[in-house]
């Protein structure tokens, strides 16, 4: 179980490829790459263009609730392996920005599993963005959709 914050790009094959090696009780890895778009959709229909986004954090405070999250995904999936990786600082349109990766025994427990880290990652994970559009920056807040992900998962 591994949980990275890092300025960083990543290797998403070479990340993959690690996260069960040598395992052979793995028969499902899925993962979820998220990437930075070149526009922002408010409200369901507004789009603003976007130059950059810049993620902040706090060292320490961020890794310990992506490790909490994790955890929960253990908890819940019987998971043999599974890997967060979130990058920060300033990315532009079409870099990436997150991995995760579960590695499973079962695929409905994988699928799931990723499913349910980036739904709460969206909505628990303590990172602060700002997106640099053509009219400046611009705070990115809350979106109703991504609580409305999450809650599907409370129990």
């Not at 810049?54 to 253990?74: K, Q, V």
């Not at 019987?78 to 997150?98: F, Q, T």
């Not at 611009?138 to 979106?143: C, M």
Request: charged share 30%; aromatic share 8%; net charge negative.
């Amino acid at each position: 179980m591994t949980v990275r914050v890092q300025r960083e790009d990543f290797d998403v094959g070479a990340e993959l490829a690690g996260l069960a090696a040598g395992n052979r009780r793995v028969g499902a890895i899925t993962s979820f790459v998220g990437l930075v778009r070149d526009l922002h959709v408010r409200e369901g229909y507004h789009r603003d263009a976007i130059d950059a986004m810049t993620l902040e954090h706090y060292p320490g405070m961020t890794e310990t609730a992506l490790e909490e999250i994790e955890a929960e995904a253990n908890r819940r999936w019987p998971l043999e392996a599974s890997l967060i990786i979130h990058r920060h600082g300033r990315l532009e349109p079409g870099d990436r920005i997150v991995l995760v990766a579960v590695a499973s025994p079962h695929r409905e427990a994988a699928f799931e599993a990723c499913h349910f880290l980036i739904d709460w990652l969206k909505t628990k994970a303590p990172f602060w963005k700002v997106e640099d559009t053509p009219g400046g920056e611009q705070w990115v807040g809350a979106h109703e959709g991504d609580d409305q992900a999450a809650k599907k998962w409370e129990r």
